[in-house]
């Protein structure tokens, strides 16, 4: 059985960026955070990605098995790394995402898992929020109410991550639990790296823009962005979520153009879909934190800090770790999947009631 009080939890995120597994250690009671403990991380090899991006777009039934293999190996052998967690939250690999369609489907396998790190693991978080209606995602919301309390903000802020696609968490810290009405409004802006990891492989063999390095030497394409926000899910009332290729024709818009120009059109529009998606926001937040690989995109963060009235940091300058949130994130919400406690709710994923989300699986011979 799981003690009552704080513990040590180990969380792992496999993103839609397709570069590795990350994992880190939370101490928490479910509610609040305590501290921060070691982080690891473990990428994949050009071939692993290949393989994975081969099973993109794949749905239960599909031949996965090549893909959930990779899955598996990388998070055991990272996972076997930690010493002390009592317990882990293993959100797997999405590959596909359609909420209102077809559901959402991530692979990699709790129970063995489980069986192999000789702790309870808890997984497949997001398929009760979609069987009552919401979403899906995003599920780091929860965690980022924890972590505004946790850096003692009094305002409503923003956390922003800019990872294979976006997502933008509006905080209230005045509210006693993410829970309440108004504490928090969560949705997926649009994509964010996604799209310009995919060209730079395509035409530089390069696995992103390093240093934004690219897009600076070009110029943003009006055309091709207001194309881009024409599309009706710029229109749609959070929250909303989306699959990682679900605006893949947005590199159609960029296909005539220069490698420079293509790859600052498409940061331009991803900077543009958070300008979008913060006009959402119940009262203008205090600061926008960013997480996520795209906080490293200098070029990216700039177009943000110009186009916002509010002060535009990574989440380092809050004391928080931007590699490893959505790992930490999972830590967290496996506590509270084990204590029964919420994980989302209407603000964050629109399902019709806050919702537990999250199957447990124990090594064999253990209650």
Not at 151 to 177: H, M, Q, S, Y
């Amino acid at each position: 059985m799981l003690k009552a009080g704080r513990i040590w939890a180990l969380g792992a995120m496999s993103g839609t960026s397709l570069d590795g597994v990350d994992a880190a250690m939370v101490e928490t009671d479910g509610e609040e955070i305590f501290a921060f403990g070691a982080s690891d991380y473990r990428g994949y090899s050009e071939g692993e990605q290949a393989v994975l991006a081969g099973a993109l777009g794949k749905w239960p039934g599909e031949d996965v098995a090549e893909a959930e293999a990779v899955v598996q190996m990388a998070h055991a052998e990272l996972l076997s790394r930690f010493e002390g967690a009592q317990l882990v939250g293993f959100h797997g690999q999405t590959l596909a995402h359609e909420p209102r369609e077809r559901g959402t489907y991530q692979i990699g396998d709790g129970a063995a898992l489980s069986e192999a790190l000789g702790v309870p693991v808890v997984w497949d978080f997001r398929s009760a929020d979609v069987e009552l209606g919401g979403e899906g995602a995003p599920l780091a919301p929860f965690f980022h109410f924890a972590c505004a309390k946790w850096i003692g903000a009094e305002r409503p802020l923003c956390f922003l991550n800019l990872g294979g696609v976006g997502n933008l968490t509006w905080v209230d810290p005045r509210k006693d639990r993410p829970e309440a009405e108004g504490a928090l409004l969560a949705f997926d802006t649009g994509p964010a790296n996604a799209p310009i990891n995919d060209v730079m492989m395509r035409r530089r063999g390069l696995p992103y823009d390093k240093d934004g390095a690219l897009a600076r030497r070009g110029h943003v394409e009006d055309g091709a962005l207001e194309l881009f926000l024409d599309d009706a899910y710029f229109s749609r009332m959070p929250p909303k979520s989306l699959d990682r290729n679900e605006f893949s024709d947005m590199i159609g818009l960029v296909n005539e153009l220069s490698d420079a120009d293509a790859v600052a059109t498409l940061t331009g529009m991803s900077a543009a879909a958070v300008l979008r998606g913060m006009e959402h926001c119940p009262e203008p937040p205090e600061r926008l934190l960013v997480t996520g690989g795209g906080r490293h995109n200098p070029v990216l963060m700039e177009m943000l800090r110009v186009a916002l009235d509010c002060p535009v940091e990574p989440v380092e300058a809050a004391g928080l770790d931007g590699d490893m949130l959505e790992a930490q994130a999972f830590a967290y919400l496996a506590v509270r999947v084990a204590r029964g406690r919420p994980t989302s709710g209407p603000g964050t994923t629109g399902v019709r009631a806050a919702v537990c989300g999250g199957t447990i699986s124990r090594p064999e011979g253990t209650d």
